[in-house]
């Protein structure tokens, strides 16, 4: 295992691009994969969890290309048109390549198996197997719940009227996929709203699908067996990605650092709400629309945080930004109370355990509550010196990269791997800024 060495160097400066959106470059490969021609997709995120997608996608049918850097040509099989994987699929660390594919494969007659690394295979799929086997699929997986699982898709899916009991955008997308090959009309109801790059590239590729709210829920309806057209689309930068950058240069004094090209859908950018909250000096600057959803630029300016008792914005705007805002809370001026996060404890860890364990050992006294963590701000530099464990979860190892920068002493990473799911270029694009790390 890489460990990884973070401490401060020098202040953040430059301007750069983050990799694509990972949630995008997921659906971007599925939809395409049944769409009736050839799609072509620019700025995908090349890491770990994107290519497991292509490659199950590849298993079922679809011709999936990497013309260049982030350039693939994907040629789909149509709506109804995948096919069985001739072995098992392997999903690695990629919670969303498995919940999505397994809403593909439940309206389709075939059989296949998935399973994943030791991160993945503790992570619930109830949440997804509940709603799809009412779709017809049946379902055997390791203790009911886990993988090693094996789906078998049916020829006769029934359309599902669903709400899921948990605010995810995972679970939405695998009922909504599901209902693609399935006749009549799918719906999703949200009691609170998740991100909605499915019902946006649906909408984009000719599916009838319409948004509604009534009653305080948000009703997604989706016409089943639609053509899906081929697109032409262009990722924008991953905010969860650029999210380290933010509070990287937040809290390191003197930085000034402009991240260019960032998906803004207004359902993601809850961290930029929250920081500014916290009184972090961001600036939107450049809207404009790419791929069907609003990006912009980010400029950020070093400034003095303050801890927070509350947050502006919902957590399913912000859902993967919290490990880094905890590590913004540690370096703020006086104590921040983050609740309500009970979806923490199942991610790529359980990231309320793991986030506590990472800042105690680095000298911070958080407190871990069954659904949040009190936070006791340091008004400054936080004493380091610790050893993290990252559990296999990227967003642990960047979070605690970022919270190196303010430590007295420097704080050890113990595995840098985890961070090529999402983020390949992390460590350097961050030494390039001033960043203090080495492997
Ligand atoms: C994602 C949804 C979220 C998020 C994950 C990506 C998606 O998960 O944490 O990183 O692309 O739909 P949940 O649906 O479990 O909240």
């Given at each position: 295992m890489p460990s990884l060495i973070s401490q401060p160097n020098t202040v953040l400066k430059g301007t750069v691009r983050v990799p694509g959106d990972k949630s995008i470059s997921h659906r971007s490969l599925m939809l395409a994969s049944l769409a009736v021609g050839t799609s072509e997709v620019t700025?995908?995120?090349?890491g770990e969890d994107v290519l497991a997608t292509a490659a199950a996608m590849r298993a079922m049918g679809a011709t999936i290309d990497r013309l260049g850097e982030g350039h693939w040509r994907i040629s789909g099989v149509g709506v109804g048109g995948l096919m069985e994987p001739d072995d098992v699929i392997d999903m690695g660390n990629s919670g969303t390549s498995t919940r999505l594919i397994m809403g593909l494969i439940a309206s389709h007659p075939i059989t296949v198996t998935m399973t994943g690394d030791a991160s993945l295979r503790g992570r619930p799929m109830g949440r997804v197997t509940v709603p799809l086997t009412q779709v017809g699929a049946s379902f055997s997986a390791r203790e009911d719940k886990y993988l090693p699982l094996t789906v078998t898709g049916t020829a006769m899916p029934m359309p599902l009227d669903y709400t899921p009991p948990m605010a995810s955008a995972q679970v939405k997308s695998a009922v909504l996929l599901a209902g693609l090959n399935t006749p009549g009309i799918t719906r999703v109801r949200e009691r609170v709203a998740t991100r909605d790059h499915t019902e946006r590239m649906l909408s984009a590729m000719g599916a009838d699908i319409t948004v509604t709210e009534e009653d305080g829920l948000r009703t997604v309806s989706l016409v089943g067996q639609p053509e899906l057209r081929p697109i032409s689309l262009d990722v924008p930068g991953d905010i969860s990605s650029a999210a380290f950058l933010l509070v990287a240069a937040s809290i390191v004094p003197g930085s000034d650092v402009t991240i260019e090209?960032?998906?803004?859908?207004p359902l993601r950018t809850g961290i930029v709400a929250a920081l500014q909250a916290m009184g972090a000096d961001i600036e939107i600057v450049n809207e404009r629309q790419l791929g069907g959803e609003p990006v912009g630029d980010l400029h950020v300016k070093a400034a003095r945080l303050h801890g927070v008792d509350s947050l502006p914005v919902d957590p399913s705007t912000m859902i993967d930004e919290f490990p880094v805002l905890f590590c913004a809370a540690a370096v703020a001026e006086g104590p921040s109370r983050f609740t309500?996060?009970?979806?923490?404890?199942?991610?790529?860890?359980d990231r309320l355990a793991v986030m506590a364990a990472g800042l105690k050992a680095n000298g911070i006294a958080v407190e871990e509550l069954p659904d949040g963590l009190v936070v006791p701000g340091a008004g400054g530099r936080v004493p380091g010196g610790g050893r993290v464990e990252t559990h296999l979860d990227h967003r642990i190892a960047m979070s605690f990269s970022v919270l190196g920068q303010m430590a007295e002493a420097p704080i050890t990473i113990?595995?840098?791997?985890?961070?090529?799911?999402?983020?390949?270029v992390f460590i350097d694009l961050m030494k390039g800024l001033g960043a203090g790390l080495s492997l």
């Open positions: 700025g995908l995120l090349e090209n960032v998906g803004l859908n309500g996060l009970e979806e923490l404890r199942v991610k790529e860890s113990d595995d840098a791997r985890p961070i090529q799911t999402s983020f390949p």
